[in-house]
């Protein structure tokens, strides 16, 4: 089954903690990018890929970090987590067939107290 | 300053009825459009998308019309069930070569039985 597969789904930690979220898709895709999820914002990006070794920021890289040594793996990092970035968090992955379609995870719940 | 825009953070129709959530955007580059729609605890899924070469997009209830002078789209869906309530993001693209859609904040679509 084609999916993109995020982990942990429900962290609670505390500031300063560093975490790692993990992502993973099957779909031999080029493109991987996270997001961010908070109320009456949207999504908004934080990081993206292209392909292998290759990392952009998106509109709220900020405090996040990230790397691409493989083609299915795209994992977020928070160094030192902070209370501002408890939210909701969606891995995405695309083909491309420069649609920008699509496929998200099933969303990771982070609490920083 | 967003580029695409979902003016209308909620909407509560009657079940059966048509619902309409529309969307504009600045951005003229953009040549390619979707619709997202996403449950509770979900990662958003691609709903329906449309090319700026065409007006029209169909897909069973759901319908997507652009209108490229006014910069404006939307998503009809006739009629509308119950299991159609969730948030709709609308997302907008460049061709060639980009995969990275631009969404607005979301509607929150409520279809009451």
């Known amino acids: 089954e084609a999916q993109v597969t995020q982990n942990p789904r429900y962290l609670i930690t505390v500031t300063g903690k560093k975490l790692t979220v993990t992502c993973s898709q099957n779909?031999?895709?080029?493109?991987m990018s996270w997001y961010r999820q908070d109320p009456g914002l949207g999504l908004r990006q934080i990081y993206y890929?292209?392909?292998?070794?290759?990392?952009d920021k998106g509109d709220v890289p900020e405090g996040y970090k990230v790397s691409r040594k493989e083609k299915r793996n795209f994992p977020l990092i928070l160094e030192s987590p902070s209370p501002n970035q408890t939210s909701l968090y969606f891995c995405?992955?695309?083909?491309?067939?420069?649609?920008?379609?699509?496929?998200f995870g099933e969303g990771s719940r982070l609490t920083v107290l | 300053d967003q580029q695409v825009k979902q003016n209308s953070p909620s909407l509560s129709v009657q079940e059966g009825r048509i619902s309409i959530l529309n969307c504009d955007y600045t951005n003229s580059m953009f040549d390619y459009f979707l619709w997202y729609k996403k449950y509770p605890a979900e990662g958003p899924t691609f709903l329906i998308s449309?090319?700026?070469?065409?007006d029209k997009n169909e897909d069973g209830r759901f319908t997507v019309f652009l209108n490229k002078s006014a910069k404006h789209l939307s998503l009809h869906i006739v009629p509308s069930q119950p299991g159609d309530s969730a948030v709709y993001f609308c997302a907008a693209s460049t061709s060639g070569g980009s995969y990275i859609p631009t969404f607005g904040r979301g509607t929150s679509l409520i279809v009451h039985p």
């Open positions: 779909m031999n895709h080029e493109y």
């Open positions: 995405a992955s695309s083909g491309g067939a420069d649609t920008g379609e699509l496929f």
């Open positions: 449309i090319s700026s070469i065409k």
């Open positions: 890929s292209m392909n292998v070794e290759v990392t």
